[in-house]
């Protein structure tokens, strides 16, 4: 009769994988292997070998398995077999910054609206130029100070405004326990600064002339230069606030002009800059 007193607790089979015990083929335990489905080939399992002094470090293995196959699982990075694991498995800025936006909801639950996200991708692709391709765990406190001070006098007082503040916000979000309750991809944000506003170099312009913006009407078609002149002559409108005006809001009689809406839908922009170049 074997003697099973002194044999390791077996443990529930979990979801993410499970630890079993291997034996000898006299039954004694020998190892405890800790297995779970490849992503990449579902018939077939990843397993590791641990002596029978190390069951705790056999389940730490397999958590941390299950959280590099939950990114896998989410698109923020492509899962890679351990034997042939090495540097680069930690996602870009790039590709954990989209993937932080792209799953973005408002407190009511709602996606970003899309002058948000425009607004988003200017930012971004600002940023990229300096962290796109660098994997989260190298970005270090040292690089963002740089790219601050830099980015303070190269950028535009609201792009740097909130490059700095997305900067900070998608570190702090890798920082911090991810939204699936899988754990942070880093162990602290590197932004350490204040987001201050600086002073916009506008302030400084003069104003437009009169013969200016005559020269400026010229180089857009004619059915252009009408939303050109209600822009700049009536207190300076948004280009939204010009793209939403309607026939009633313009009141010739009493020479006044209503503003009761604005669009936010990017194509007003896309209009105006045609008209610049062509």
Known sequence: MKDTENRPPSRKRRKSGSVIVRRDTDGNPTSFQARYVNPLDPPKKVGRNFGLEYETEAYKWLDEEHYLVTLHNKGIRQWVHPSQRGA?????????SKDYFDGYRK???SKLSGRSNRCNEIVLRRLNEAFGDTPLDRITRQMV???YVNARDELTAWTFEQAAR???????AAATEQADGTPPLIPASPCRYRVIKPQSKRRDQPPVTADEINRLATLFPDYQRLALWLSLLVGGLRIGEVCALQLRDIDLENLQLHVRHSINRGVCVQLVVAGLVT
């Open 145 to 147: 100070d740089e790219w």
């Open 166 to 172: 997305t900067l900070k916000r998608v570190m702090l």
């Open 88 to 96: 680069g498995t930690m996602p870009t800025f790039r590709e954990y």
């Open 107 to 109: 407190p009511d639950g």
